[in-house]
């Protein structure tokens, strides 16, 4: 029987002719552009906060197939390598050249809330992608419900484990907004249960660190059922963690990212017992910034639909999550 959870890259350019870069004067709201709408090319600059995870990979390759589909459209990629003060750097580079339009995912929300408020102001608008700011000061945020997910991780593993059972719970960075609604979805899910998650620390998204905390957990506790992590990375460097301890087949392991060639496939071989899909946005977000860049009015917010794979259901492409 499934699961039905109950719900209450690379177009990578070296800096070259960025000061020939024109400047948006597309309102904060993507209304019309005057002038802009009548440009013939618009750069578009996307400021990634790191490549070291596949997903991140997958997003800039996601957003440069689909900019390639128009002429019009020149994408620069900066990647801040996971640092910070080197994303707010580059935003302030995308904002002195003057690009047309900002895509950002951030690292962090409170460090770059102001960067991207500040090219708000100089007329740029901005594309907030997977992670939040704090406030509203952005042209648009398209990403996922990383609490939704995080609530049917919780219920189905509730639900797989029988209502009871011993749980590592993996976390993402902990200062980004997914890390956040993933931990609080997940703890919502297993309310109730008998669900003890007797291990938890912060991985930071990365796999080397994922396999790091888990050889911890091993260390500190005999009986282990099931390894929750935020993204399957996380889940599998656990995995790798359990093997070399020859533990892995005592507990289950579930992720969270559901990439075709990462998740879904760790499903197909059994490494993974769920992942749940967190689509990328790279193709929402390249849509919506011709929208905006065509003097089109686009919606604050567009939240992607997500799915979730077992070996029950991946072969025919998993169930949606309601």
């Given at each position: 029987?499934?699961?039905?959870?109950i719900?209450?890259?690379?177009?990578?350019?070296?800096?070259?002719?960025?000061?020939?870069?024109?400047?948006?004067?597309?309102?904060?709201?993507?209304g019309?552009?005057?002038?802009?709408?009548?440009?013939?090319?618009?750069v578009?600059?996307?400021?990634?906060?790191?490549?070291?995870?596949?997903?991140?990979?997958?997003?800039?390759?996601?957003?440069?197939?689909?900019?390639?589909?128009?002429?019009?459209?020149?994408?620069?990629?900066?990647?801040?390598?996971?640092?910070?003060?080197?994303?707010?750097?580059?935003?302030?580079?995308?904002?002195?050249?003057?690009?047309?339009?900002?895509?950002?995912?951030?690292?962090?929300?409170?460090?770059?809330?102001?960067?991207?408020?500040?090219?708000?102001?100089?007329?740029?608008?901005?594309?907030?992608?997977?992670?939040?700011l704090?406030?509203?000061?952005?042209?648009?945020?398209?990403?996922?419900?990383?609490?939704?997910?995080?609530?049917?991780?919780?219920?189905?593993?509730v639900?797989?484990?029988?209502?009871?059972?011993?749980?590592v719970?993996?976390?993402?960075?902990?200062?980004?907004?997914?890390?956040?609604?993933?931990?609080?979805?997940?703890?919502?899910?297993?309310?109730?249960?008998?669900?003890?998650?007797?291990?938890?620390?912060d991985?930071?998204?990365?796999?080397?660190?994922?396999?790091?905390?888990?050889?911890?957990?091993?260390?500190?506790?005999?009986?282990?059922?099931?390894?929750?992590?935020?993204?399957?990375?996380?889940?599998?460097?656990?995995?790798?963690?359990?093997?070399?301890?020859?533990?892995?087949?005592?507990?289950?392991?579930?992720g969270?990212?559901?990439?075709?060639?990462?998740?879904?496939?760790?499903?197909?071989?059994?490494?993974?017992?769920?992942?749940?899909?967190?689509?990328?946005?790279?193709?929402?977000?390249?849509?919506?910034a011709?929208?905006?860049?065509?003097?089109?009015?686009?919606?604050?917010?567009?939240?992607?639909?997500?799915?979730?794979?077992?070996?029950?259901?991946?072969?025919r492409?998993g169930?949606?999550?309601?």
């Amino acid at each position: 029987m499934s699961f039905r959870p109950i719900i209450a890259a690379p177009l990578i350019l070296v800096a070259l002719g960025l000061s020939g870069c024109g400047k948006s004067p597309a309102p904060a709201g993507g209304g019309p552009a005057g002038p802009q709408a009548r440009k013939t090319q618009f750069v578009i600059g996307m400021s990634q906060c790191n490549l070291g995870e596949p997903w991140r990979v997958q997003m800039n390759a996601n957003i440069k197939a689909a900019a390639d589909q128009h002429p019009e459209l020149k994408v620069i990629f900066k990647d801040a390598q996971n640092d910070t003060l080197n994303q707010r750097a580059h935003v302030e580079e995308f904002v002195s050249a003057g690009v047309d339009l900002l895509i950002i995912s951030p690292k962090e929300a409170q460090p770059l809330t102001e960067p991207v408020a500040k090219a708000m102001a100089a007329g740029i608008p901005v594309i907030v992608l997977d992670r939040r700011l704090l406030g509203d000061d952005y042209t648009c945020f398209i990403g996922a419900d990383n609490k939704k997910i995080g609530k049917a991780a919780g219920q189905w593993i509730v639900h797989r484990l029988g209502g009871k059972g011993k749980v590592v719970e993996l976390k993402g960075l902990m200062t980004s907004t997914p890390g956040q609604d993933r931990h609080t979805g997940f703890r919502e899910g297993i309310a109730g249960s008998g669900l003890d998650v007797i291990f938890e620390a912060d991985m930071k998204w990365l796999e080397p660190d994922a396999r790091k905390e888990m050889e911890s957990a091993l260390a500190r506790f005999d009986h282990i059922d099931l390894v929750f992590a935020h993204n399957d990375p996380g889940a599998h460097g656990a995995y790798l963690a359990a093997k070399a301890a020859g533990r892995e087949k005592e507990m289950l392991f579930v992720g969270i990212d559901g990439l075709p060639q990462e998740g879904v496939a760790y499903v197909r071989q059994g490494i993974l017992s769920a992942t749940f899909e967190y689509p990328t946005g790279g193709a929402e977000a390249i849509a919506t910034a011709l929208k905006i860049l065509q003097g089109e009015r686009v919606p604050k917010e567009i939240t992607l639909a997500s799915r979730f794979f077992t070996k029950e259901n991946v072969e025919r492409g998993g169930e949606p999550l309601p």
